[in-house]
């Protein structure tokens, strides 16, 4: 069935999460913005305390309090810090570990489906009057091994916070907004070949791994929440983008490698996703546990990829070849990298980068494409052009006219056969140039008459009609030759040769439509001639 294929199952998938997401964002909003940049760290005067929570399911976490006295540097300012599915609250009391007088911050309504609200980014309004009085933040951590003893905090205005973290995260920020620019791109590619009838699936396939891929590496994790403004829409776009990778991958690599089939894995990771989703969202399993299943099933398919894609590495187009031996060089240093070098910070910065460079290269595959198929329409369209048209006047020629014929019915067929009397006249007064002024305006004069017209000859022309009846044709017979008469009446269509009296258009008109005994369209223009000939005999013995 058409609408089981992988690509309306991937489509289904990514409805589903975009309906997810709108819902997620009525759950909770507001995130600060501001360009200024002032910000300190508070590093002094904290004191953490452990201690164990339960939350509201009876499942006991990892709990930090973190507790400093308010000084008048910090009086009406706001505190910023940066926790991983944690959940938030902070209040002042008169003394350390003192009941509240007043909370200053909540964050952490639990998700509908799920157990964390993911990575976050918090600030922490100080009232004016809090000096003297002690902040405690207390800070519930979902999953233990994500506890941390203790935060980097800063404070400014929160203005100037928001653009530290945006500067902080600058670099990593913009190479996503470059992966997202290089995936709309890809896909308008693809919109834009399948508007020429251009076959660029893989355009598409690799736009949406693109964007995927942007939206899953959350590294810039502020200028991420920046986007969002929410952390629970934060946290599904994560998870279910996460998802979606895999899938868009398998796509891809079908479009570019000839013969390869991955159906069955396709298949087989939809009902995986489907599974481990349901897990979650009923709250049997974790995001983490859910997670490193998935991780697991992803290095299963990289592993099986890597096979089946080095068994035809022959059959890819070399362009596609060299982008993926690029791209894996990239993975390698990434993998030295993060082995020998550093384990701390974001480690996809390699990989990133060559995904950037392999986007690139297929932009301008794919736009090459696209150029060598609209300059292989043009070349197709000149050589129709050569092969249907007179040069000299633009009309039809006897070719043309005989594929227009075949495509109306014989029995509707109505043909003028028309002849110049004084080409060769023309031809011999004022040359060859001459001549083709006069079989050009014959032809503007014909085509004021007539829908179709063809030259068939020399001096040889033919208006094919459809549907008209004896009286319309010889209408149209007596139209033809006013407008000839008006012609050298007012002489503006001859050019130089306007004042040369003897330059004159002359034309001799013959008529058939289909009768009974016509078996084909050969014999209505046969009698067609016939009656031009007769004209043209009639005319000549006039003079």
């Known amino acids: 069935m058409k609408f089981l294929e992988k690509r309306y199952i991937g489509l289904y998938l990514f409805s589903i999460m975009i309906i997810v997401l709108i819902l997620a964002f009525s759950i909770d909003k507001d995130v600060p913005v501001g360009k200024d940049f002032n910000v300190k760290k508070v590093d002094a005067d904290w004191t953490y305390e452990r201690a164990k929570h339960e939350d509201e399911d009876g499942n006991s976490t990892p709990r930090l309090v973190m507790r400093r006295p308010v000084s008048e540097d910090l009086n009406g300012k706001v505190l910023s810090f940066k926790t991983y599915d944690s959940y938030v609250d902070a209040y002042l009391s008169n003394e350390p570990g003192g009941t509240s007088v007043m909370n200053v911050y909540h964050f952490g309504e639990k998700p509908i489906f799920g157990d964390s609200p993911g990575t976050y980014t918090h600030f922490i309004h100080l009232p004016p009057d809090s000096g003297g009085k002690y902040l405690n933040i207390v800070v519930d951590t979902v999953y233990n091994h994500k506890y941390m003893p203790s935060y980097q905090v800063y404070s400014a205005e929160e203005n100037e916070l928001v653009y530290f973290y945006l500067k902080k995260e600058f670099k990593l920020s913009l190479m996503n907004i470059i992966m997202v620019a290089f995936g709309i791109l890809l896909m308008v590619i693809h919109f834009v070949g399948s508007f020429k009838k251009i076959d660029t699936p893989e355009?598409?396939?690799?736009?949406?791994?693109?964007?995927?891929?942007?939206?899953?590496?959350?590294?810039?994790?502020?200028?991420?929440?920046?986007?969002?403004?929410?952390?629970?829409?934060?946290?599904?776009?994560?998870?279910?983008?996460?998802?979606?990778?895999?899938?868009?991958?398998?796509?891809?690599?079908?479009d570019i490698v000839p013969t390869l089939n991955m159906k069955w894995m396709f298949y087989?990771?939809?009902?995986?996703?489907?599974?481990?989703?349901?897990?979650?969202?009923?709250?049997?399993?974790?995001?983490?546990?859910?997670?490193?299943?998935?991780?697991?099933?992803?290095?299963?398919?990289?592993?099986?990829?890597?096979?089946?894609?080095?068994?035809?590495?022959?059959?890819?187009?070399?362009?596609?070849?060299i982008g993926l031996m690029c791209l894996l060089g990239f993975a390698f240093a990434n993998v030295v990298f993060y082995m020998f070098i550093s384990t701390t910070g974001d480690q996809s910065f390699l990989i990133r980068i060559g995904f950037i460079i392999y986007l690139a290269f297929e932009i301008v595959n794919g736009l090459r494409k696209i150029m060598n198929e609209v300059n292989r329409e043009r070349e197709t369209q000149l050589l129709h052009n050569l092969a249907y048209t007179d040069q000299l006047t633009g009309l039809g020629n006897r070719y043309a006219l005989e594929r227009d014929a075949e495509a109306i019915p014989l029995e509707n067929i109505s043909v003028m056969s028309m002849d110049l009397n004084l080409l060769k006249t023309t031809n011999d007064s004022f040359g060859h140039f001459g001549g083709d002024m006069l079989l050009v305006s014959a032809a503007k004069c014909m085509l004021s008459v007539f829908d179709k017209v063809y030259r068939v000859g020399g001096d040889e022309f033919i208006a094919l009609l459809s549907d008209k009846s004896e009286d319309e044709l010889k209408e149209l017979h007596a139209t033809l030759h006013d407008m000839m008469d008006r012609m050298n009446i007012d002489r503006s269509e001859y050019g130089e040769f306007a004042y040369e009296k003897e330059f004159l258009l002359s034309i001799a008109v013959g008529y058939a439509s289909f009768a009974e005994g016509d078996e084909n369209f050969e014999r209505i223009l046969s009698r067609a001639d016939k009656a031009m000939y007769n004209e043209k005999k009639r005319m000549h013995s006039s003079k």
């Open 203 to 254: 355009t598409f396939s690799l736009g949406s791994l693109s964007l995927l891929f942007a939206v899953y590496l959350t590294c810039p994790l502020f200028f991420h929440q920046f986007i969002c403004c929410n952390p629970v829409a934060q946290y599904y776009m994560i998870y279910f983008s996460l998802y979606m990778l895999p899938l868009a991958a398998m796509l891809y690599f079908e």
């Open 268 to 321: 087989g990771f939809v009902a995986l996703e489907l599974g481990l989703s349901a897990l979650h969202f009923t709250g049997i399993a974790s995001y983490t546990r859910t997670v490193v299943v998935f991780t697991a099933a992803v290095g299963f398919f990289a592993i099986v990829s890597s096979f089946l894609i080095i068994q035809r590495f022959r059959l890819i187009d070399i362009e596609y070849r």
